[in-house]
């Protein structure tokens, strides 16, 4: 596969669940990015991890935890969510955090859905 | 604060016409970059163009070309010969260099619906 790839493209999950988002990047990049898009609202980041250490963390709820166990992958563990937590995450990745032009290659999202 | 302003939610176009989509942003910094990414309907975002803050002449890119007036901070994008696979939200986003941090700033988007 090539590229940043996502897993699993659709979620359905409880309150009471516990579940996890999976991105893997292919680019031999160095940095990985969580992003939370809603509805008419700008895509919120929500973590950055630069060399597997986590540069950003944006004020985002505890029922969120990331973990980056190598610079290919990152996951997002998740739960005891809220039904406002319904929302596309997306995953991306960049050559380098502080690079010049951080241009980021995106994955498909997870559309994830909070019952 | 930075900040990016997508001012238009809808757009429509027709067929084979040029559209131009709306940005303007906020920054204090003086080394920056700005981009357009594309996001179709159930599909992967990507870069569509972008611009060095320093470099005055405008970026192009085939049918997508930028206007980039740093002093005013606006940079919209222009699409000529809209094809019916322009159809897509498309994104603003700002991005620092050389700072202490190297995150984007994204607009909240403008839906582009071309119509045959």
């Known amino acids: 596969e090539t590229g940043v790839t996502q897993t699993p493209r659709h979620l359905v999950m409880g309150m009471t669940n516990k579940k996890s988002l999976k991105c893997e990047q292919h680019l031999g990049h160095n940095a990985m990015y969580w992003y939370k898009q809603s509805a008419k609202k700008p895509l919120e980041l929500m973590f950055v991890?630069?060399?597997?250490?986590?540069?950003e963390n944006n004020s985002v709820p505890s029922r969120f935890s990331p973990e980056c166990p190598n610079s290919s992958h990152l996951f997002l563990h998740l739960h005891t969510l809220q039904p406002e937590d319904s929302a596309l995450y997306l995953c991306?990745?960049?050559?380098?955090?502080?690079?010049?032009?951080?241009?980021?290659?995106f994955g498909p999202g997870t559309r994830l859905t909070v019952l | 604060a930075q900040t990016v302003t997508q001012s238009q939610p809808e757009m429509s176009v027709q067929e084979a016409e040029t559209v131009t989509l709306s940005c303007t942003y906020d920054?204090?910094?003086?080394?920056?970059?700005l981009f357009w990414y594309k996001q179709p309907p159930s599909r992967q975002m990507i870069l569509v163009i972008r611009q060095e803050a320093y470099k005055q002449q405008n970026a192009t890119e085939n049918r997508f070309s930028v206007n980039f007036q740093k002093a005013a901070k606006s940079f919209s994008l222009k699409i000529s010969d809209s094809q019916l696979g322009d159809t897509a939200m498309y994104f603003c986003?700002?991005?620092?260099?050389?700072?202490?941090?190297?995150?984007?700033?994204f607009g909240k988007g403008t839906k582009l619906s071309v119509k045959p």
């Open positions: 991306a990745s960049s050559q380098d955090w502080l690079a010049g032009d951080n241009e980021q290659f």
């Open positions: 920054t204090s910094e003086n080394n920056y970059y």
């Open positions: 991890y630069s060399l597997e250490e986590r540069v």
């Open positions: 986003a700002l991005g620092n260099y050389g700072g202490s941090q190297g995150n984007l700033i």
